[in-house]
């Protein structure tokens, strides 16, 4: 039986290395080096064909909130599947599109009234700068057609949020094909260029040192240029992809003061910080601010199906509401737009939230997660420790004093991966930073033992 399995699985490789083109991926890399094959997930497990078990570290991607092979999740979709698998959306609708909506209206701020679908990140990002734009062209302002957005931000690979993104490396050769926008600093704090430069990780403002410095390249473009910006995009707290840069909550207020000042709207992208990542539900919620556009999708469906949401005020859903000879028609929209599969996964991960109070009991595990990574500062390749809620990361620099990073083509961070695989743990870096992103569902016990076996990687490595 094994024999057979290894046999096949080895055999499914290359016929994947002959068809296949994977994301985010140098083919070339596994030229010679396996795939991770992957059997079956289950809890924060994911399992390979001989039986070897990895914590799921960075929940697939983000957004295995519940972990694998959720009962509840699973029976959802089974039932869902003998009523109705799909059905466009124009004009039409079900009960799970309209169930997920009127939840999702009831957990997020009372600004928020209206819902709008599509299938993933990028389109839930795309759908919101879309109606900002064509909102402005309806309300009088038809000169507000610039978006504002962070260095090191990151709002999905279409080429409009490619355009609005700032991740060193991912604009690649594409940067002739994006839209003009502005962009501002990234508030990477153990970077900071205010205060002295590198190795302040710890300064906040409430320490009254920083001063948000990084948001006045903003105040300046709005105060010269705010009558043509039509919105601002970010992540909440933690730039995800960018490097798991988490900045102080200060930061969104007195972001969320400028666009009010200048009217510009706010779009909070929570694609990863929804759901529980940051120990709220949304990270909006460790502020007072509101956007006037809230994007969400990996944990909505808890993982298990593609889907993603674009919330929105009911002033601008006004803007648009007309006769049809006016031609304010919102014309955007996807084949899977409001799924019924997915929004039965949807709403059973939703009742699991409402009714084990996933959040509510993320308290201890946030303090094991947080407190537990104090220890990796000491560690001679760890420049800088930071985490919010349930995301610890840890960048990986060759002297921690500068803050100097290794030369990217040693690959340190994948080196840490291959070792991490070794020791039944899936720490995909973002370059050279190393982090743990567990399901909400990880137990105190597995979160110390995942920490644990991160520390012995770290502290073993000899990066080359
Ligand atoms: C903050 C954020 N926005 C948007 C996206 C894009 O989502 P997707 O990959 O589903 O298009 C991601 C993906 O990682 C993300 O982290």
Known sequence: ???????????????????????????????????????????????????????????????????????????????????????????????????????????????????????????????AVKMSFQYWKHAGEPQREMFVSLERGYHGDTIGMLGLGGVPGFQGPFDALTFDSFRIPSPYCCRCAHRGGPGMGSDSPGAGICALECLDPLERLLDERGDEVAGIILEPLLQGAGGMIVYPVEYLARLGDLTARYGTHLIFDEVATGFGRTGKMFALEHSNIVPDFLCLSKGLTAGYLPMAATLTTEDIYQAFYADYSEGKTFFHGHTF??????????????????????????????????????????????????????????????????????????????QVYREGLKNGLILRPLGDVVYILPPLSITVDQMEDVLDRTYEILSGIRIK
């Open 337 to 414: 737009t409001a799924n019924p599969l997915s929004c039965a996964a949807a709403l059973a991960s939703l009742e699991i939230f409402e009714q084990e109070e996933v959040v509510e009991r993320l308290e201890e595990k946030v303090e094991v997660l947080q407190q537990g990574t104090g220890r990796f500062l000491d560690l001679e390749l760890v420049g800088d420790v930071r985490g919010i809620g349930m995301v610890a990361a840890f960048e990986l620099v060759q002297d921690s004093e500068s803050m100097t990073p290794f030369p990217p083509e040693i690959r340190a961070g994948w």
């Open 1 to 127: 039986m094994t024999v057979r399995k290894a046999v096949s699985e080895s055999l499914l490789m290359d016929i994947d290395r002959h068809y296949l083109w994977h994301p985010y991926t140098q083919m070339k890399d596994f030229e010679q080096e396996d795939f991770l094959f992957i059997d079956h997930g289950d809890g924060v497990f994911l399992f390979d064909p001989s039986g070897m078990r990895y914590y799921d570290t960075i929940s697939s991607w983000w957004c295995m909130v519940h972990g694998h092979n959720h009962p509840r999740i699973k029976e959802a979709v089974r039932q869902q599947l003998d009523r109705l698998e799909h059905v466009h959306f124009a004009g039409t609708t079900h009960e799970g599109a309209v169930r997920v909506a009127k939840e999702l209206v009831r957990i997020t701020p009372d600004k928020l009234q209206r819902v709008f679908y599509s299938d993933n990140g990028s389109t839930a990002c795309e759908v």
